[in-house]
């Protein structure tokens, strides 16, 4: 999978905003079976992005890094392949 270094969001808990490490990523909406399409979000110089499916506010935050969020749910990975 080519996207092996871009992290992956989601918002199961309907949170407002979602605190992030970093300025590029993918937004799944909810954990799968649930997920939206997986779009690649770069917020560039901004520190904040709506995502235009589910419109989940991240907020950049430098103290975190790339892969962590707060909450810390919000980080998802793909199960392992077989």
Known sequence: ???HGTPHFANDAGVSV?????????????????????????????VEIICPYCSTLYRFRADLHADQSDPAACLWRAPAAA
């Open 18 to 46: 979602i605190h992030i490490g970093a300025r590029e990523f993918q937004c799944i909406g909810a954990t799968p079976p649930y997920d939206h399409p997986h779009v690649f979000l770069d917020m560039g110089s901004d």
């Open 1 to 3: 999978m080519a996207d």
